[in-house]
């Protein structure tokens, strides 16, 4: 090939990738449901990892009582030379509650707060070390004990959803 016709350029995407693969990546997954469900058992099986080691599992009565918190592992996962930054958010309290009225805003709140931040700091002059806290995926475990699922999807539905099509309940609650 002439010297006169290369530019380099068709050498960028490995010259990304071998960038993306040596700085690792980032990945939220986000667990939602009631207590009980599985979630820890498939996110310690997905990843081959303990994140939930310390945990202090909640009597009945202290399960009624408990709100939703959010709660965030991390672990650093390292397979075949590419580094992954894992963090798990869990919800404990979602939909454990008698009255789970308003159990999906904390969610719905800390998913936004994640976003907004991520935006103010690309946004930002200094956007080398961006730590990416953004929730990649959630899980959300529906009980096969329930009362059912349409209740249970009710925050899931847009906002306006038309009567009768069985979103009509939207934000109205988890159960």
Not at 71 to 85: F, N, P, Q, S
Not at 121 to 126: A, F, I, K
Not at 153 to 164: M, T
Not at 167 to 172: A, D, L
Request: charged share 25%; hydrophobic share 30%; proline share 5%.
């Amino acid at each position: 090939m002439d010297d006169k016709e290369y530019v380099g350029f068709a050498t960028l995407p490995n010259q990304v990738h071998r960038k993306s693969v040596k700085k690792g990546f980032d990945f939220t997954l986000m667990v939602a449901g009631e207590s009980g469900l599985g979630k820890s058992t498939l996110v310690n099986s997905l990843f081959l990892t303990d994140l939930y080691r310390d945990r202090k599992l909640l009597s009945a009565e202290e399960r009624i009582m408990q709100t939703v918190e959010i709660t965030k592992h991390a672990v650093d996962i390292e397979e075949k030379g590419v580094r992954l930054r894992l963090t798990i958010v869990d919800t404990p309290g979602f939909g454990d509650a008698v009255n789970n009225t308003d159990c999906w805003k904390p969610v719905a709140e800390y998913i936004d707060q994640q976003f907004e931040q991520y935006f103010r700091d690309e946004s930002g002059l200094n956007r080398k070390n961006i730590q990416d806290n953004r929730v990649h995926c959630c899980l959300y475990f529906i009980s096969p004990f329930g009362h059912g699922y349409g209740p249970s999807l009710r925050p899931l539905a847009p906002p306006g959803a038309a009567k009768g099509t069985g979103q009509e309940h939207q934000g109205q609650g988890c159960h």
